[in-house]
């Protein structure tokens, strides 16, 4: 081999060692770069996941600011509301248990349904549904429209309920009773304001007029029957009575049904007073029915 022609070798294998050496830097530096991108991310990783821990465990030991409180609350007030659960603790929300703040309300006297939930990050929302009374019951009682009884402050109640006096036990049987009468008792825009039940069973209704019905234990959709298709009569047998004897403050007391084909009739006296009571009782009870 000449001398020019090792130069040549010479000269080619110094090119491809400069090459390799060039390709060799910048794969390092690639390296480098992708080691360095790496680092960064897990470091940004490491920091978000730290900031977002803070972050948690910060809101989990944050109080409940908020209560909302809502529902069909016609005879509950918020302040009931508030008192009741004014024991539970508060101060962590992820900690209040809910079901407690349930029982509290629950206990409330006209509360007859509650739900509660939390709503992230610091609010309780509690509904409330009220009793919805239909009567009272034996005097110090009352008795909500699935013939439930419960006992709350009547002085709440701004509207006028009909007294319902039965055994224990008998409420469901009374209010049912109660509703059927009223129905037949509606086609002669009367009602019944007071319902008695004895101990043997034996029914006694008190009408929106004052009149008093003896319907005994027996067939008593019959004899309330019996009596609207009478009580017409009655009446105008109750006008010729005033009309002959002059006593305008006449007025029928009782009517006893129970009998198998007829029936017997008392009569009262009513003073001025009374008449002047059971007028206001009457237009008051028409006022708040329709």
Request: proline share 2%; glycine share 4%.
């Amino acid at each position: 081999m000449s001398i020019k022609q090792q130069n040549t070798t010479q000269k080619a294998n110094q090119k491809i060692s400069q090459k390799a050496n060039q390709q060799g830097q910048t794969s390092a530096l690639s390296f480098g770069l992708g080691l360095l991108f790496f680092v960064v991310v897990l470091f940004s990783l490491i920091t978000i996941s730290w900031w977002l821990t803070q972050q948690f465990v910060g809101q989990e030991s944050a109080p409940v600011t908020s209560i909302v409180i809502s529902g069909e609350m016609s005879y509950s007030e918020r302040s009931d509301i508030t008192n009741a659960i004014e024991q539970v603790d508060m101060g962590n929300f992820f900690q209040v248990d809910v079901n407690e703040v349930q029982n509290h309300v629950l206990a409330l006297p006209w509360v007859y349904s509650v739900s509660v939930r939390k709503q992230w990050p610091n609010e309780l929302k509690i509904y409330v549904v009220d009793q919805k009374p239909v009567a009272l019951w034996n005097g110090n009682f009352l008795i909500n429209q699935l013939g439930q009884v419960f006992q709350a402050d009547i002085k709440r109640i701004n509207h006028y309920l009909p007294n319902f006096f039965g055994p224990e036990g008998t409420e469901v049987v009374a209010l049912k009773n109660y509703m059927n009468f009223n129905a037949l008792l509606d086609f002669k825009a009367l009602s019944i304001d007071e319902l008695i039940l004895s101990e043997r069973f034996s029914w006694q209704l008190t009408l929106s007029d004052g009149v008093t019905l003896n319907l005994g234990r027996e067939e008593r959709v019959e004899r309330i029957q019996r009596f609207m298709d009478v009580y017409p009569i009655i009446k105008a047998q109750l006008k010729a009575k005033i009309i002959a004897e002059k006593h305008k403050n006449q007025a029928v007391d009782y009517i006893d049904l129970r009998y198998d084909t007829g029936l017997a009739v008392g009569w009262k006296i009513v003073d001025s007073i009374s008449q002047h009571k059971t007028q206001n009782k009457l237009q008051k009870t028409i006022i708040k029915i329709t």
